[in-house]
């Protein structure tokens, strides 16, 4: 009887050790699950975007020079070749660099469009804003290095004609 008695005793504390483990394993484990809900909802937060930053005047700005860069390069690229002052490789040579600048300003339009699409990129606003201003600097050294190019070229087949003019002048005064 005694035996008994001391067995349920034990029997007894097993089963209060128990039920304070398991009660205090369901506390660990239902504030885990409430952290991790925590930091999902944070996470969750930085895939989505504020309609601010997508309407960040820079994103217009952006665009806006996309489309310059293209009319810009379509215009004098077809003025380039109408001309006739550019040899075959000269054009392909021009068409090579209109076609990377052209490639590397619609990465950064792809790289737009990831940073403005909810669920694309995990990035809080500050982060976003930064990166929309490193593409439109970006764009606008784009921008700026057709401009001067097309100029340079401009100003070749200018050159071109102008020592062209000059032998036909030569050539009436001489007689050829």
């Given at each position: ?62 665009i806006g020079q996309q ?98 003019e000059n032998q036909e ?8």
């Open positions: 009887m005694e035996k008994l008695s001391q067995l349920r005793s034990i029997l007894d504390n097993m089963y209060t050790g128990y039920t304070i483990i398991s009660n205090g394993y369901n506390a660990v484990r239902d504030i885990s699950q409430g952290n991790f809900s925590l930091h999902q909802t944070f996470l969750d937060g930085l895939m989505a975007v504020n309609p601010t930053v997508r309407k960040y005047r820079r994103v217009a700005e952006i489309q310059t860069i293209l009319s810009e390069y379509s215009r004098a690229y077809n003025l380039f070749v109408s001309s006739g002052q550019f040899t075959t490789s000269e054009i392909d040579y021009i068409s090579r660099i209109y076609s990377q600048l052209f490639s590397r300003s619609l990465q950064n339009l792809q790289e737009l469009t990831m940073i403005i699409t909810a669920g694309q990129v995990r990035m809080n606003d500050a982060e976003r804003l930064k990166s929309i201003d490193r593409i439109y600097e970006d764009m606008t050294e784009k921008l700026s290095f057709l401009r001067g190019f097309n100029k340079q070229t401009t100003s070749l087949q200018n050159l071109r004609i102008h020592e062209m002048i030569l050539k009436t005064i001489y007689g050829l």
